[in-house]
């Protein structure tokens, strides 16, 4: 059996067959219409703090590399999160083969060139990350925009493993410190809307932060991003419109239906 992914054959329009909850009404990404989101609703900033944090494995999964967080602490509250506490389980990618596309959500129909997720889950009210992955309230997701530019210095300690990495299946361990909060944007305005994991098995269990300025990473980082392969080194490559490569990982934005986006305006923030 072909397992999911994002070729024609086995792509996001295939995976309602497969995982029934990726046809629900609160799935994700979603394209964030601007002008109709809620503002004024008694949001504030996002607490995010991180300290000594470890990857203690850095994978091709075949759908994106994937760093897994091994040891350090870590703190998400406030915003949409109430009074309940997140700590960072893992993050990852999703990218174009283009630098005008890649991003998972999309503002007013633009799409950046990757959107990077920083993956929580609630430790308040659950005992691990597979438990609150498939819980109502479980999962809180921070979603950065990448654009192409200068290059991102904390990025590169992703970037210059991933040649160790280039097949599916592969893992590496990251020795140096990594702090997550070098890849949130110094302007800190963000939308949030309940929704789902973007990959399968979608459950609809994400507190969505995504955040409206874009960060910036060179075009040298994206290659090493598109260099990975989307197969296992002892498989052939696909014969499919991808030709093994992993590159077009997104999924297209889903319908909004009855769900309200509010927005947190930073201080720096222009009208
Ligand atoms: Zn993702």
Not at 102 to 125: F, I, P, R
Not at 254 to 271: G, H, M, N
Request: proline share 6%; net charge negative; with cysteine.
């Amino acid at each position: 059996m072909v397992g999911w992914g994002y070729s024609k054959a086995n792509g996001p329009a295939t995976w309602p067959a497969m995982y029934p909850v990726a046809g629900g009404k609160r799935q994700s990404p979603i394209d964030i219409k601007a002008d109709a989101c809620q503002g004024n609703c008694g949001l504030n900033k996002i607490q995010a703090s991180y300290s000594g944090i470890k990857v203690s494995e850095l994978s091709n999964s075949g759908h994106s590399w994937k760093a897994q967080i091994g040891s350090g602490t870590s703190s998400l509250r406030s915003g949409p999160l109430g009074s309940d506490e997140y700590v960072l389980e893992q993050f990852h990618c999703h990218w174009g083969n283009a630098n005008d596309h890649g991003s998972e959500h999309t503002v007013d129909g633009k799409c950046y060139a990757a959107e990077l997720h920083l993956v929580h889950w609630n430790k308040s009210k659950f005992s691990s990350f597979a438990e609150a992955a498939a819980s109502d309230g479980g999962l809180a997701v921070l979603g950065i925009f990448l654009t192409v530019g200068e290059e991102h210095p904390e990025m590169n300690k992703i970037t210059k493993m991933l040649p160790f990495i280039q097949h599916k299946g592969q893992a590496i361990t990251i020795t140096d410190i990594v702090e997550p909060a070098a890849f949130l944007p110094k302007n800190r305005t963000y939308w949030t809307y309940a929704g789902s994991l973007t990959t399968p098995p979608c459950y609809e269990s994400v507190t969505w932060i995504v955040y409206k300025h874009p960060i910036t990473i060179s075009q040298e980082q994206m290659g090493a991003f598109r260099s990975l392969k989307s197969y296992h080194p002892c498989e052939d490559c696909p014969q499919d419109e991808l030709a093994g490569a992993l590159v077009e990982n997104y999924r297209p934005p889903c319908p909004l239906y009855d769900r309200t986006i509010k927005v947190f305006k930073d201080s720096q923030e222009e009208e």
